[in-house]
């Protein structure tokens, strides 16, 4: 009887052994999973929890760079590019989830961690975690796809209004919106009517100032695609402005377009070289420096563009030049340059500005603005230059991993949601 006992306990041993043998721990788990490089929110990381966050790109064996812009329907696209490294190095995957316009943030935010979840599936299956996942097609396909009655045209109208004010201020801003547009591989077609009211009034004890601002306007953009690097098309305008001494400014300028990239890799990178030429009328409100109530001209504009997102940061600078033909030194001349790059491990610098030399100001007022409008910013003043700038640096080190959400108490683990 002894030796069943001790036979059936060696037993009961063995079992229990080889049952904690087949069942890894978190631990275990843990170690073993993906290391993946991105700038993730909260959201992204804890739905998907079976990688490791890391911090520095160097210790990713796979480094995710995501883009995201906005198409002609109104939603948004988003784009993730997937390059492996180390035991991975030579894979790469390109994933694109596109948004609906009606979708809530937060069936963006879903649509774009399935997204994610798919593209990491071929290096996860390289890991000791792939026998744990569970992949799963929850709806049956349809053989046919429905057509689109309004043919990839999408209409939004919007009106805004804002009213503040204390004892001796008060402000009132309204601007509407309608706009159409449609877009497809082959055509982009964009047209806007915008309308904006705002005044402000200053109350003193020598006095009250007032001031009112008003603009109307509508534009047109019709561009053809002419295969990967080339397009034409043209723009349009036409509008009133208080602020710009406008009660009438037209514009029409058609224009070609060469991207020396590939079109399908704008996501990427895109370099562009844009010019237009073409006709444009004002008629002044009052009398300008140059003692016109209305005249007829012709200009031309050159745009240069570069955009680079690699996994060093990304650059977007851009150049441009315009001047009337009827007067060169009547130009204008703009530069703007952004950079986000990391320099080394856990180091991060974003700089940016944008400015310009502005010499063809042919609307000032010739009697100037008086004190409030000055003040207010309601009347368009002489200037030769424009800028703006902005700039910052970080720093983070510890720990490589960053995988936990907390959002307990709100602070630094609060919801953050992805655009």
């Known amino acids: 009887m002894k030796k069943i006992v001790t036979i059936f306990c060696g037993f009961c041993i063995a079992a229990v052994s080889y049952g904690q043998d087949q069942t890894e721990s978190p631990d275990t788990l843990r170690k073993d999973a993906l290391n993946v490089f991105m700038d993730a929110t909260s959201y992204i990381r804890k739905e998907i929890n079976f990688v490791n966050y890391v911090r520095d790109i ?8 995501s883009t995201s812009q906005a198409t ?23 994933l694109i989830y596109p948004s609906s316009p009606d979708d809530t943030e937060d069936q963006r935010r879903e649509g774009q961690v399935k997204t994610l979840k798919m ?22 396909l349809k053989e046919e796809v429905s057509s689109d009655r309004w043919k990839n045209w ?16 008060n402000y009132f801003d309204f601007y509407g919106s309608l706009s159409a547009s449609k877009v497809t591989s082959e055509w982009k077609i964009d047209m806007d009517a915008f309308y904006s009211y705002g005044e402000e009034k200053y109350e003193f004890d020598d006095g009250t100032y007032y001031s009112s601002n008003k603009s109307k306007s509508f534009d047109a953009l019709i561009v053809k695609s002419l295969g990967e690097h080339w397009s034409i098309g043209g723009t349009t305008f036409i509008g009133t402005s208080t602020y710009s001494n406008y009660d009438l400014h037209f514009t029409f300028a058609p224009g070609i377009e060469y991207d020396i990239f590939p079109y399908s890799e704008s996501t990427r990178k895109q370099f562009r070289i844009l010019y237009s030429a073409g006709y444009v009328f004002n008629n002044y409100t009052d009398s300008t420096i140059y003692f016109k109530m209305h005249e007829s001209l012709w200009e031309q504009n050159l745009d240069i563009a570069l955009e680079v997102v690699q996994k060093w940061g990304s650059i977007d600078t ?35 500005g944008s400015g310009g030399m ?22 368009e003043l002489e200037t030769q230059y424009r800028y703006y700038t902005s700039f910052g640096l970080s720093y983070t080190f510890g720990s490589i ?19």
């Open 119 to 140: 593209g990491l599936m071929r290096y996860v299956l390289k890991t000791p975690l792939a026998k744990h996942m569970d992949i799963r097609f929850t709806e049956p």
């Open 401 to 419: 991993y960053n995988n936990v959400v907390n959002p307990r108490f709100g602070s630094g683990g609060g919801v953050i949601y992805y655009y």
């Open 72 to 94: 002609g329907a109104g939603g948004w696209e988003y784009t993730y590019f997937l390059i492996g490294q180390k035991r991975f190095e030579g894979m790469k995957d390109t």
């Open 154 to 169: 999408v209409f939004s109208t919007s009106a805004n209004g804002y009213l503040s004010g204390q004892k001796i201020y």
């Open 318 to 352: 851009s150049i441009g030049w315009s001047n009337y033909f009827h007067d060169w030194k009547k130009n204008n001349l703009y530069v703007s340059l952004y950079f986000n790059l990391r320099i080394a491990k856990g180091l991060r610098i974003r700089i940016g």
């Open 58 to 65: 160097k210790d990713a064996d796979v480094y995710i760079i």
């Open 358 to 379: 502005v010499h063809d100001q042919l609307s000032l007022v010739k009697g100037g603005a008086t004190t409030e409008e000055i003040l207010l910013h309601r009347k």
